[in-house]
């Protein structure tokens, strides 16, 4: 399947149905691993502005293509669901130094053989992990898995 076939690749422009104006769509940086099921995008509603996972079915096809149709798009679904719960999960344990999901949903965009494109939509946060643990390339190995156990 082509990114043409996803509407999750054509958001930019555009305002949700929520009410969020889709300003850009973000690309990934060299050696940026994250976000491989969802495209990105920064969003605006009144004056706040966030980011987006517009998440990317296509991509999931791509896991194992033997695999059920059925039990594709269960994995794709309980994937979006794990982390909108887990992050309502965390603000309700009162969790800090992540981000939530401020607002989700699910969006209509007609033309693509792949029409709805389900979100979800966090507060902006200054990087991603993987940006603030590559600075410490230098460092020693054993040193981040300790500091990763005190992190709380």
Not at 113 to 138: G, H, Q, T, W
Request: net charge neutral; glycine share 6%.
């Amino acid at each position: 399947m082509t990114e043409n076939a996803n509407g999750a690749h054509d958001l930019e422009g555009i305002t949700l149905k929520s009410g969020w104006k889709v300003l850009k769509k973000l690309e990934k940086g060299h050696g940026q691993t994250g976000s491989f099921f969802s495209v990105l995008y920064h969003v605006e509603k009144d004056d706040n502005k966030c980011f987006m996972k517009a998440f990317d079915f296509s991509k999931f096809s791509s896991l194992d293509p033997d695999k059920s149709v059925v039990d594709t798009m269960s994995y794709m679904l309980d994937a979006y669901k794990f982390e909108r719960d887990l992050s309502q999960k965390c603000r309700d344990s009162k969790v800090r130094k992540v981000v939530y999901v401020i607002d989700s949903g699910e969006e209509p965009v007609k033309g693509f053989e792949i029409s709805v494109v389900p979100y979800l939509i966090f507060d902006l946060a200054e990087s991603d992990v993987r940006a603030k643990i590559r600075f410490s390339d230098n460092l020693d190995f054993a040193w981040k898995l300790q500091s990763g156990n005190v992190v709380k």
